[in-house]
Antibody
């Protein structure tokens, strides 16, 4: 069955970076893009960007451009999302989600809580 | 960016009620809308894709309709397990954008 398994919760100080992983299984990894969506406490869903595992090309929301980097390791079917220059406003649950080009997010990871606090 | 205006922001309904949630897009988006249910501490779960297609495994009391700029999610007979927050998503154009959410409480 399709699974997206994310890395565990992280705590960072302001100004630091965090790298979250999303390991896929149960399907052909390179057929689907992996997107990242975050949710601040008590808030809605915010799209951050995507990674095309086949080409290795990412695409980022303008809001996070320059601060986010998405990469992949096809050998272990894993996509990474690194966010730098963290502030308290980046405290959120970060989700990865699978997308077939032109469609919507069908499977989601379990979420990774990133807490930014001094 | 395409804005998705979702209403109502919250609602309270009884088991057996018919519930309707609406999303309006700031410009035409064809059928490129999905609906998600999120319960506390869990990832969103897709209910409807491409405006009206029922996700496999989702009960048939859920249905979607609409095209262009106005879309609706309907729960025909509310069940206790249907509590949570519902979101619409447009994926017609980048960036994909979500509605603000509708928090559904069971009376």
């Amino acid at each position: 069955q399709v699974q997206l398994v994310q890395s565990g919760a992280e705590v960072r100080e302001p100004g630091a970076s965090v790298k979250v992983s999303c390991k896929a299984s149960g399907y052909t990894f390179t057929i689907y893009d992996i997107n990242w969506v975050r949710q601040a406490p008590g808030q809605g869903l915010e799209w951050m960007g995507w990674m095309d595992p086949k080409s290795g090309n990412p695409g980022y929301s303008q809001k996070f451009q320059g601060r986010v980097t998405m990469t992949r390791d096809n050998a272990i079917s894993t996509v990474y999302m690194e966010l730098s220059s963290l502030s308290s406003e980046d405290t959120a649950v970060y989700y990865c989600a699978r997308v077939l080009s032109g469609s919507s997010f069908d499977y989601w990871g379990q979420g990774t809580l990133v807490t930014v606090s001094s | 960016d395409i804005q998705m205006t979702q209403s109502p922001s919250s609602l309270s309904a009884s088991v057996g009620d018919r519930v309707t949630i609406t999303c309006r897009a700031s410009q035409g988006i064809g059928n490129a809308v999905a609906w998600y249910q999120q319960t506390p501490g869990k990832a969103p779960k897709r209910l409807i894709y491409d405006a009206f297609h029922l996700q496999s495994g989702v009960p048939s009391r859920f249905s979607g309709s609409g095209s262009g700029t106005e879309f609706t999610l309907t729960i025909s007979s509310l069940q206790p397990e249907d509590f949570g927050t519902y979101y619409c998503l447009q994926h017609n154009a980048n960036p994909p954008t979500f509605g603000q959410g509708t928090k559904l409480e069971i009376k």
